[in-house]
């Protein structure tokens, strides 16, 4: 498949603070890090928060406990709410707080929990769903040093965030949740994990065989996404088959010639746990796609 088109990584309302990596937000050197977390430990004693730093220098409180025992885990999808705040000095240098944005009024943010990012990630590993807790992120974590794109954060600042936990989700359940709310049913689920919805049945059309070049259609997109993340338009693709990516493939072997249907499949036989460009680690993703022809 082609390269895919930029996704803006991206889960709350300012700019791009999100569980990504170094690399996504901006590396900030070691001094302005230090002084991050030299601002966040004098914060939290300030605000009386009995909370933890990791070595990356985020810092976790939790506030309130819920009643859950489930707990977030590696590939997994949360839910939450937040309240965003820069921490800012204020009179006599002392760190104090603005609010920025809160989304407890409006709807969840979503993320994909990859352990091995630093940052949001970390704090949300750390709860319970129910949980509410403060996560004090140094600016590599948050908006670096572009600081926030309408200036209400600055460059270099680090940012708290008050967060409810309030769900978690497997993949399977994610697939699963997205296929009763669109009122899908699945005419075959396989092995793999691939849910296959026939759209178009061509009883006359051949099934294709490994090896051969399949001219399609197709139009991807994340299961939480209103926008297609690549789509070949009114145009086709060429590819052949059993050198795709693995649902993709599997998808397509389905099909007969000019059948149309709609695929999901977790990330397994996606791009797995490290994504592709604009596609996020342990996402599934649908597919809607048109066998045209098979040679």
Known sequence: ????????????????????????????????????????LSYATSKGLSGTSTPTGVYYSLNKAGSSTITPSNGQEAEFNYTLSVLLHGTNNVVTDKLID?????????????ATNPGLTEGLLRMHEGDKSTILLPSIYAFGTAGSTDGAILPNSPV???????????????????????????????ITGLRFVRT???????TPTAGQTLTVR????????????????????ST?????VPGFDEGLSKLKVGDKAMIIFPSKIGYGSAGNGSIPPYAPMRFDIELVSAQ
């Open 1 to 40: 498949m082609r390269t895919p088109y930029v996704f803006i990584c991206s889960l709350l309302m300012i700019s791009g603070l999100t569980a990504c990596s170094k690399e996504d937000v901006g590396l900030t050197d070691d001094s302005i890090l230090q002084t991050n977390k030299d601002d966040i």
């Open 102 to 114: 809160s989304t407890f009024a409006r709807k969840s943010s979503y993320t994909y929990l990859v």
């Open 160 to 190: 708290r965030l008050d967060i409810s936990l309030k769900r978690v989700r497997t993949e399977d359940q994610q697939i699963d949740e997205y296929l009763t709310a669109n009122k899908l049913t699945p005419s075959d689920v396989s």
């Open 200 to 206: 178009l049945d061509n009883s006359t059309g051949k």
């Open 218 to 237: 197709y139009r991807g997109q994340l299961l939480r996404a209103t926008t297609a993340f690549d789509s070949t338009g009114a145009g086709t693709y």
């Open 240 to 244: 052949v088959l059993g050198q795709s």
